[in-house]
T-cell receptor, first 113, second 113 residues
């Protein structure tokens, strides 16, 4: 079965510190995309960062970066210099090479002022 | 904010009734996907529409159906509502390939009583 697992239901971090959210997945596909989405209380899913599985270089978007380990099927998100506005649910997702997104169960991130 | 609009934002229905949810698509996008997000869970793929045809379906019964219109907007219809259908329904607008970002609407919160 193709699954996405987020083992951290909740995480908290001090403002300005760094936090890493974990994600693992299981697939036999070789070509797929991986995503991290942020869902604030407004409910709208916002794409934080995207990684193409065939690219070895880890994606980076400003304060957000990923550690993509294809062999280990691991895709963690690192948030540097955490800000109050980063507080939200974070979902890891992949398309497993097809038309749909499969999401994990999410990690609730709290930022401590 | 994205250009994806969902209506209504909230809805309360009685078990056994039928409901229609609506979603506009982002300019330049030709694909709409629908997801169901139960409380405390990640979104689950319902189906996708491309060029007015269903293009992939998740593990949802036939009472979940949809439409896509020539302007690429879409409807999700659910017949014979059950209590377990209570959830946040999200639509995502994209192009058919995964090379472009999928933009999500703010969701419709459906409560079945």
């Amino acid at each position: 079965a193709q699954t996405v697992t987020q083992s951290q239901p909740e995480m908290s971090v001090q403002e300005a510190e760094t936090v890493t959210l974990s994600c693992t997945y299981d697939t036999s596909e070789s070509d797929y995309y991986l995503f991290w989405y942020k869902q604030p209380p407004s409910r709208q899913m916002i794409l934080v960062i995207r990684q193409e599985a065939y690219k070895q270089q880890n994606a980076t978007e400003n304060r957000f970066s990923v550690n993509f380990q294809k062999a280990a099927k691991s895709f963690s998100l690192k948030i540097s210099d955490s800000q109050l506005g980063d507080a939200a649910m974070y979902f890891c997702a992949t398309n497993f090479g097809n038309e749909k997104l499969t999401f994990g169960t999410g990690t609730r991130l709290t930022i401590i002022p | 904010e994205t250009g994806v609009t969902q209506s209504p934002t909230h809805l309360i229905k009685t078990r056994g009734q039928q409901v229609t949810l609506r979603c506009s698509s982002q300019s330049g996008h030709n694909t709409v996907s629908w997801y169901q997000q139960a409380l405390g869970q990640g979104p689950q793929f319902i189906f996708q529409y491309y060029r007015e045809e269903e293009n992939g379906r998740g593990n949802f019964p036939p009472r979940f159906s949809g439409l896509q219109f020539p302007n690429y907007s879409s409807e999700l219809n659910v017949n014979a509502l059950e209590l377990d259908d209570s959830a946040l329904y999200l639509c995502a607008s994209s192009t058919i390939d995964m090379n472009t970002e999928a933009f999500f609407g703010q969701g419709t919160r459906l409560t079945v009583v």
